[in-house]
């Protein structure tokens, strides 16, 4: 939406949800329904530029963008079905592995590989510290 305007433009028309704008303001992620599978894309705020990221069987989604921008962290369970169905009551299906990726879908690494789910990844700014003053004190 043109805040000064208030005009919508519809950026997609498929099976689309989660959008998410990168911090540089030239991208926004979002996750789209491809047959029986979810999957990580970008579009530009004009929406030109529509690119798939993720290319895997299973499910790739709850993302979260790095502060500068640069890479993506998700959850994704392209990984299979682990153990946690015998340590619990839990129904069988994959679950989730912590991933990222370049914010154009190259150099994927998996972060975390367990036997519980994990998801809903997301990034933290750094803390600073502020710097102690050196002027004078009066």
């Not at 839990?90 to 789910?117: C, K, S």
Request: with cysteine; glycine share 8%; proline share 7%.
């Amino acid at each position: 939406m043109n805040l000064e305007n208030h005009s919508i433009t519809v950026l997609t028309k498929d099976y689309d949800n989660f959008p998410v704008w990168c911090p540089r303001g030239d991208l926004i992620a979002f996750v789209r329904r491809i047959g029986d599978d979810f999957e990580i894309f970008t579009i530009r705020p004009d929406g030109k530029d529509t690119t798939q990221l993720t290319h895997t069987k299973g499910n790739d989604a709850h993302f979260g963008w790095s502060p500068d921008g640069e890479l993506i962290v998700f959850t994704s369970s392209r990984m299979g079905f682990k153990d946690e169905t015998l340590n619990t009551d839990a129904g069988a299906q994959p679950y989730g592995e912590i991933f990222v990726m370049r914010y154009d879908g190259t150099q994927v690494e998996q972060l975390r590989d367990n036997h519980w789910e994990d998801g809903g990844p997301s990034w933290q700014p750094q803390k600073t510290t502020p710097r102690a003053s050196t002027a004078p004190v009066r």
